[in-house]
Every structure is written in structure tokens, then in C-alpha cells.
């Protein structure tokens, strides 16, 4: 097994609400080492979303601890989480959350002006990141010019340009079709061959059967947590369209 690169112990989130307190994670210790693929599932108010918001330096615990290679974040200024976030994270949502009136080169440039990388090297590394996920030619596109499918891809690349340690995905499909979903999951897989750690946040099973690890969260707990046989999304793929080419 790999050095663990998330590490949560007792990991506690209290929200106040008027008068009530809602314990939103209940003590959550789970570690997940590099390279590896985990997809989140619960229901809505189960604890998943704050375990990723946690995980993702987007919040702090109200207790416990939460080490990121091997370095204790929880308690961080807010800029040391910032600056966490920029260079160790990459981030992919269902909305993609792309610049209406940007190119998808000048998009996936935006973690590297932000980490004040000069403009050729930004062109550069933008530009070697929309090869990687098949976008080469659709560089100088604007969103609006992109399918769903090809926008989520702007996204990835834009997550992976700062060359982080760990991937957020936080329903990257659902706002996608079944085919261009086995899309995403495939290139997810295939940038999880290469060594990239990805946790996926889910309400699909058959989104989540694409992961190698299974954590369930309710009333703010892990309720299962269990290795899986991954489908394979390419070859889903490759099925899906076989009838169509038949």
C-alpha cells in the first residue's frame, strides 16, 4: 500500500442553526492512499458533501484532524488553505463552471495566472493539458462552442494544469448523457492508471462501480467502506456504441 495522502482522524463538522446544532460528520477516520480511485455515495445530508468540503481545504473541522501527505491542514490560515488548494488540488464539478466569454485554452490557464506562472509557460502547460484529455483542436472555443461532454473535459484539464497530488470530483456526470458519462469515466480511469489519486462524489452506482473503493457516509459516518472490482468504462464504452455501429 502507498503513504497515505488523506488522512482524517475523529474528523468532526458541527453547522449552527438558529438554536439547533447539526452535526453534519460524526467522527469520521479514513485514510486513502496516492493512487488510489474512491468514489463518496450517501444520501442527501449523510455527510459526503462535508467530508469533500473538508478534504478539499474549502472548510475547516470543528474537531479531529485531516493530514494531506502527511502535513496536518485542518488548521490552517486561510490563505495557507488557499494556497493548498491551488497547488495540491484540482477540482471537477457537474457544472463544469467554466468563463462564459474565455477560450477553453485561456480557461484551464486560470489556476496557473493565479500561482503567477508567466503567460508562455501558461499557454504551454494549458495547451499540453487539452491534448491530454482529446481537445487539441477545440483550444481557441469558447464554452458555448462545446458539447457538455467536451466542456467537462476543459474542466479536467483545468484541474490537472497545476499538476496536483489529488482530484475532487464532486458529481462530475451529472449533468452529462450515459455516453459521454462513460466519456468522463473513462478518461478519469485512464489519468488513475497513470498515478493520479481521484475521489468521486456520487449518488450513482453506476457511476460509483467505476471506482476501486467504496466509502458510504450516513448521518454523518462512514457506513461501508469496501474495495471493488472497477468496471472497465472503456470498455463500456466501446459496448455502448457497438448496436449504433452495427
Known amino acids: 500500500m502507498s503513504q497515505a495522502l488523506i488522512q482524517t482522524t475523529d474528523?468532526?463538522?458541527?453547522?449552527?442553526?438558529?438554536?439547533?446544532?447539526?452535526?453534519?460528520?460524526?467522527?469520521?477516520s479514513v485514510s486513502i492512499a496516492a493512487g488510489e480511485f474512491v468514489a463518496v455515495m450517501?444520501?442527501?445530508?449523510?455527510?459526503?458533501?462535508?467530508?469533500?468540503?473538508?478534504?478539499?481545504?474549502?472548510?475547516?473541522?470543528?474537531?479531529?484532524?485531516?493530514?494531506?501527505?502527511g502535513e496536518d491542514v485542518g488548521g490552517m490560515s486561510a490563505d495557507a488553505m488557499a494556497s493548498i488548494r491551488n497547488r495540491r488540488i484540482g477540482f471537477v464539478f457537474q457544472q463544469f463552471n467554466l468563463l462564459a466569454r474565455t477560450s477553453a485554452l485561456e480557461n484551464v490557464e486560470l489556476p496557473l495566472i493565479y500561482a503567477g506562472v508567466p503567460a508562455r509557460e501558461r499557454h504551454a502547460r494549458a495547451a499540453e493539458k487539452l491534448a491530454q484529455v482529446g481537445l487539441a483542436s477545440r483550444a481557441h472555443h469558447q464554452p458555448s462552442q462545446l458539447s457538455g461532454g467536451q466542456q467537462q473535459?476543459?474542466?479536467?484539464?483545468?484541474?490537472?494544469?497545476?499538476?496536483?497530488?489529488?482530484i475532487l470530483a464532486d458529481?462530475?456526470?451529472?449533468?452529462?448523457?450515459?455516453?459521454?458519462?462513460?466519456?468522463?469515466?473513462?478518461?478519469l480511469q485512464e489519468l488513475n492508471?497513470?498515478?493520479?489519486?481521484?475521489?468521486?462524489?456520487?449518488?450513482?452506482?453506476?457511476?460509483?462501480?467505476?471506482?476501486?473503493?467504496?466509502?458510504?457516509?450516513?448521518?454523518?459516518?462512514v457506513l461501508t467502506d469496501a474495495r471493488n472490482a472497477p468496471r472497465d468504462a472503456a470498455a463500456d464504452l466501446a459496448a455502448f456504441a457497438a448496436p449504433a455501429a452495427a
Request: aromatic share 4%; net charge positive; with cysteine.
Open 153 to 166: 473535459r476543459v474542466a479536467i484539464a483545468r484541474a490537472l494544469v497545476n499538476a496536483p497530488q489529488l
Open 42 to 69: 450517501g444520501p442527501s445530508g449523510s455527510g459526503k458533501s462535508t467530508f469533500m468540503n473538508l478534504v478539499g481545504c474549502l472548510d475547516r473541522p470543528s474537531r479531529g484532524s485531516y493530514k494531506l501527505a
Open 171 to 187: 458529481e462530475p456526470t451529472g449533468a452529462l448523457d450515459s455516453h459521454t458519462s462513460l466519456e468522463i469515466m473513462a478518461l
Open 11 to 28: 474528523l468532526a463538522k458541527d453547522y449552527t442553526l438558529g438554536e439547533t446544532v447539526v452535526h453534519a460528520l460524526a467522527g469520521v
Open 193 to 221: 492508471r497513470g498515478g493520479m489519486t481521484i475521489v468521486l462524489v456520487t449518488h450513482e452506482h453506476d457511476v460509483a462501480a467505476y471506482a476501486g473503493r467504496l466509502i458510504t457516509f450516513r448521518d454523518g459516518r
